[in-house]
């Protein structure tokens, strides 16, 4: 039997190799944005990551640690996700627009994606408050939740690499953009009047919609609040008719056009 000092020797050799390639494989991350970037391809390719972990699976033929192995692959995925999305965005991407236009579900969904933080404005004031949004409202108004969102978005101030899911009256007061504008780029999504409500025709978490659940209402407050909603705008997204994942990757090329042309 070998000695144990040798054994352990062994593998710290072993996890200083790993070292080397893992810094070798961030640095092919670099190459790839870069190339990516270069002749305008997808960002985010999960074909190509499925094929890498079939590529792994075979190679791990029949090893006794295969989950475990799967699983620190898993990790390097994700690690690199973070390393490409910290060299692209710098700031933090806050969402904005009208209620349904989608802004809570598109943020998990970049979240995932971009393996970068995320936080929900509204999901934030309801865990502060200990209350759902609608009790907020029915208790003490609209005004205390306004200030109920002032705060929790003053309270991001030191967020970094972190998509903000705003509710869709953030952008009322300017001192909400203005503090989200010192760190974010500022994504507004839209959509018609007419998609918003048969996306949230079935909810009763919008108060500011109950009892108005119409077209009517619903466009006369889009109307009211678009300028608001395009002067605080960096980019905006058109969401009507599109799935998920695809506004996420519109959203990520559009920001990555408005970089290189700053
Ligand atoms: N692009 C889309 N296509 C289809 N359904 C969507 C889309 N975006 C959002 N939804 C659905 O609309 C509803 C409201 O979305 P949500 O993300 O909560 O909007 P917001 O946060 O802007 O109010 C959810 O049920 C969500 O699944
Ligand atoms: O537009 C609004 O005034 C509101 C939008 C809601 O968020 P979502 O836009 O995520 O639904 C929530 O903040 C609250 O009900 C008020
Ligand atoms: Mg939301």
Do not use: W
């Not at 990551?49 to 590529?55: H, I």
């Not at 990790?75 to 806050?94: C, G, P, T």
């Not at 799935?243 to 920001?255: A, K, R, T």
């Amino acid at each position: 039997m070998r000695e144990l000092k040798e054994i352990r020797n062994d593998l710290n050799q072993y996890d200083l190799q790993i070292l080397e390639l893992l810094m070798k494989r961030f640095s092919c991350i670099g190459e790839i944005i870069e190339y990516k970037k270069a002749f305008g391809l997808p960002i985010l390719q999960p074909e190509q990551e499925d094929a890498q972990q079939e590529t792994l699976i075979r190679a791990m033929g029949k090893h006794g640690c295969k989950e475990e192995l799967l699983g620190i692959f898993r990790q390097i995925m994700e690690e690199s996700k973070r390393v490409q999305s910290r060299n692209l965005f710098h700031y933090n991407i806050a969402l904005i627009g009208f209620m349904g236009s989608g802004k809570s579900t598109v943020s998990k969904c970049l979240k995932d994606m971009l393996a970068m933080n995320e936080v929900d404005v509204d999901t934030r004031i309801v865990e502060d408050q200990k209350m759902p949004i609608k009790d907020i409202f029915a208790e003490y108004g609209e005004e205390y939740f306004r200030n109920c969102e002032s705060s929790a978005i003053i309270s991001l101030k030191d967020c970094r690499q972190t998509i903000i899911s705003c509710g869709g009256g953030a952008v009322i007061r300017e001192e909400n953009v203005k503090n989200l504008k010192k760190n974010s780029r500022i994504v507004l999504l839209t959509a018609s009047p007419e998609t918003i409500l048969e996306r949230v025709k079935d909810s009763d978490e919008r108060p500011i919609l109950n009892g108005n659940m119409n077209v009517e209402y619903i466009k006369g407050l889009m109307e009211r609040r678009a300028g608001l909603y395009k002067s605080a705008a960096d980019i905006i997204i058109e969401t009507d008719g599109k799935n998920i994942v695809d506004i996420c990757e519109e959203l990520i090329q559009s920001l990555m056009k408005l970089e290189s042309a700053v």
